[in-house]
């Protein structure tokens, strides 16, 4: 199975501020990645997927980048409404798997 | 709009079973991989199990292979999940997942990502 590590676990932030999150995948998984935001009591939402595609409606703001087992997304001038959480998943092969999450908190 | 609604969590004793449904609307199910999804209280995501648009592959997670069987109904535009034997860890909210696809000629595939989401269903194995 494919592990997908991502870091931090939680990170603080102001307004405004951008934020860098990694997904690290046990072998390599060409730009097989999706992006997830999820909101407490919410399903997840996709973001960002073949690592770099923004998903439609999804604002500019956020952006993805990588390829092979190193992965970011990344998330500028915060906006109060994108503190929550997020996880990363795998497309590559079975079983799909996601990272554990990153939560993102305002500081 | 498209909407999946599930149904068919609640409480079941280890050993139990139980089955979820998944109602969708909104779009062609029959031209869509569809996966279940859950999520442990307060902990991560768990991809389960898919199936293919017309039910004849399945894939599924080692710790529910031979346990758990996902089926759908396309002409009632419904996505199943038989939960037998079912154990404490499997306490979770299930979501029913459309994975998002491209076609090319008659032929539609999945990128084995999630494009869109029920709400979710809450199984709790407990005695």
């Known amino acids: 199975d494919i592990q997908l590590t991502q870091s931090p676990s939680s990170v603080s932030a102001s307004v405004g501020d951008t934020v860098t999150i990694t997904c690290r995948a046990s072998?390599?998984?060409?730009?097989?990645l999706a992006w997830y935001q999820q909101s407490p009591g919410k399903p997840p939402k996709v973001l960002i997927y073949?690592?770099?595609t923004l998903q439609r409606g999804v604002p500019s703001r956020f952006s993805g980048s990588g390829f092979g087992t190193d992965f970011t997304l990344t998330i500028s001038s915060l906006q109060p409404e994108d503190f929550t959480t997020y996880f990363c998943?795998?497309?590559?092969?079975?079983?799909?798997?996601f990272g554990q999450g990153t939560k993102l908190e305002i500081k | 709009e498209v909407l999946l609604v599930e149904s068919g969590g609640g409480l079941v004793q280890p050993g139990g079973s139980l089955r979820l449904s998944c109602a969708v609307s909104?779009?062609?199910?029959?031209?869509?991989?569809m996966s279940w999804v859950r999520q442990a209280p307060g902990k991560g995501l768990e991809w389960v199990a898919n199936?293919?648009?017309?039910?004849?592959?399945?894939n599924y997670v080692d710790s529910v292979e031979g346990r758990f069987t996902i089926s759908r109904d396309n002409t009632k535009g419904s996505l199943y999940l038989q939960m037998d034997r079912l154990r404490a860890e499997d306490t979770a909210v299930y979501y029913c997942?459309?994975?998002?696809?491209?076609?090319?000629?008659?032929?539609?595939?999945?990128?084995?990502?999630?494009?869109?989401w029920g709400q979710g269903t809450l199984v709790t194995v407990s005695s």
């Open positions: 997942a459309r994975e998002d696809s491209f076609c090319s000629g008659n032929n539609c595939y999945s990128r084995k990502f999630f494009d869109s």
């Open positions: 199936i293919k648009q017309d039910g004849s592959e399945e």
């Open positions: 998943q795998q497309s590559n092969s079975f079983p799909l798997t």
């Open positions: 909104g779009f062609s199910f029959k031209f869509y991989w």
């Open positions: 072998q390599g998984i060409s730009n097989w």
């Open positions: 073949d690592a770099s």
